[in-house]
């Protein structure tokens, strides 16, 4: 069930509704069932009559009802997708560990790379997720000077705020890790972000060699709080 619409849900929906057509027509990757269903469940949100809908009446008199119109359940819903954010923050709290520290790292993809990762995205953003998590063990190891292993919680984000490709890593992260004997816990106060290069170039080894050649030394753009 749904409650009364956003202004900005609205806006939303009706971005979708003028201007899907075109969008799918110039991007062929998303000319697939999966993402015509995701927008017609959203486009229909909160319409009785192709959604349905539950009717109440009042026990006591009988008289009178009041219908309301069932939701699409759409992750791509922005009322709807509210509920499963809220699910996953509760998930996400029950397995972290009390008394450590988790910091919200952000790792993106070189902009050079990005047409590459659109392209082949079935292949790619599963191995950018991989490499997130050994770029951060690997951080971790240099800034300590011996083998750490954090905990990480990764989410893949395709796109900005601004609308535009760009696959980017939101990583909840251990502040440490354990160390090669997986017993001691080695806490990291203080991160200094000038060696996470080591990210993209662990992102070029899911491209060509001469990407490799052409990006050595160049740094990833890494964002924590």
């Not at 009041?66 to 699409?72: F, G, L, N, W």
């Not at 997720?129 to 984000?157: E, N, P, Q, W």
Request: hydrophobic fraction near 35%.
């Amino acid at each position: 069930m749904v409650a009364a619409p956003s202004r900005d849900w609205s806006v939303f929906k009706q971005i979708f509704a003028d201007h899907w057509d075109t969008f799918r027509h110039a991007h062929l990757r998303y000319q697939t069932s999966y993402y015509d269903g995701l927008v017609a469940k959203m486009l229909a949100c909160g319409n009785a009559e192709k959604m349905g809908y539950v009717e109440y009446r009042c026990l006591q008199c009988g008289q009178g009802t009041h219908r309301v119109a069932m939701s699409c359940k759409s992750s791509l819903c922005l009322r709807c997708a509210k509920v499963y954010v809220d699910n996953w923050v509760s998930q996400v709290s029950k397995v972290l560990h009390e008394g450590v520290i988790y910091r919200h790292i952000i790792l993106t993809v070189p902009a050079m790379f990005r047409t590459t990762f659109s392209h082949n995205a079935a292949v790619l953003l599963s191995g950018l997720m991989r490499c997130g998590g050994r770029c951060l063990d690997d951080f971790y190891s240099a800034v300590r000077g011996k083998a750490l292993r954090g905990g990480y919680i990764t989410v893949l984000h395709t796109h900005g705020r601004n609308g535009q490709y760009h696959p980017h890593l939101h990583v909840i992260a251990t502040s440490g890790g354990l160390d090669g004997s997986g017993e001691c816990w080695e806490h990291l106060q203080y991160l200094p972000y000038g060696p996470a290069g080591a990210f993209e170039q662990k992102v070029t080894v899911l491209n060509s060699g001469r990407s490799l050649t052409r990006t050595r030394g160049r740094k990833a753009r890494v964002i924590a709080s």
